[in-house]
């Protein structure tokens, strides 16, 4: 017996994605574009979206734009009652918007500590809230993917809100699969969580950072992170490329969807040796930051 074919199990389905405009959240909007589904491209961003919508329906096929921030739960709530109104069921919900911040813990602004809470966390919550009771309503096969992250398994200097984001998405996601399990609801609804290792995005362009007006605040080493993953990004996967990665998984019924498995799967299996023989999490010698160097 081969392989699922991924068009047989997603195509002609309405996917809705968040933080469609860049990155990864992209990647997917293409590839499910390419694999017939209609994108509802969801994000704040209007020129990134309304750009990636008329790339989309200049190559056939269906890309609607959607401008909503995942922090209002209401406006999420709208989106999910217009989405059923006007195209239809939802086979596939990717909750997939998030921020970066760098900078120590202390240093980190409480505004910038909220957006990314509200943002990385809330929002998820905010879309399966919205979105999960239509689709266990309706007895059509359906999928929700959140978007955690290779972060989600690790320990990282000077992103720990990111990181602490990540691992609260993971945590939601194996949470839900069971209750929706436990609710009946398995038979159709497929939960699953993304992890992606290094994707091409601009994500850490865009990340927050420490308040340069307080004089206790390190600002270099939150910019020195700033340029590691940078560093990162030149060599990062294509998003297109490691959304076609994704849907073969989910295709395949895996529940963690990574990107890149040998990599993020490493990145799991030390983790677990973490939690094994409980040894403190440990600094690696690139992540020492090194103030006389800076």
């Known amino acids: 017996m081969g392989a699922p074919d991924v068009r047989d199990i997603f195509g002609g389905g309405v996917a809705v994605i968040t933080g469609a405009g860049a990155g990864i959240g992209a990647g997917l909007a293409r590839h499910a574009h390419q694999l017939g589904m209609t994108v509802v491209l969801v994000d704040v961003d209007e020129p990134a979206v309304t750009a990636l919508r008329d790339e989309l329906a200049g190559a ?14 209401e406006g999420v709530v709208a989106l999910a009652e217009t989405v059923y109104r006007d195209l239809g069921p939802v086979r596939l919900l990717v909750n997939n918007a998030g921020v970066e911040q760098f900078g120590y813990l202390w240093d980190t602004p409480i505004s910038n500590w909220n957006r990314v809470m509200d943002i990385n966390v809330s929002g998820v919550y905010h879309g399966v809230r919205a979105f999960l009771p239509r689709m266990m309503a309706d007895p059509s096969p359906a ?87 940078l560093e990162i990004k030149a060599a990062a996967m294509d998003p297109v490329e490691a959304a076609a990665v994704v849907f073969e998984q989910a295709a395949r019924g895996d529940f963690y969807l990574m990107t890149q498995p040998d990599y993020v799967g490493s990145a799991m299996a030390e983790r677990a040796q973490v939690l094994t023989t409980q040894v403190p999490p440990q600094l690696r010698s690139q992540q020492r930051f090194d103030p006389a160097k800076h």
């Open 143 to 229: 999928w929700v993917w959140n978007l955690s992250s290779i972060g989600g398994v690790a320990a990282v200097p000077l992103q720990a809100p990111y990181i602490i984001s990540k691992h609260a998405v993971l945590a939601l996601t194996e949470c839900l699969r069971l209750e929706v399990e436990l609710a009946g609801h398995d038979d159709h609804i497929r939960i699953q969580a993304v992890l992606p290792g290094a994707v091409k995005s601009n994500i850490f362009e865009a990340a927050g950072g420490v308040d340069s007006d307080q004089p206790s605040s390190d600002v270099t080493a939150a910019e020195s992170q700033r340029t590691a993953m």
């Open 60 to 73: 056939g096929g269906a890309a609607h734009v959607e401008l909503r921030d995942v922090r209002d739960p």
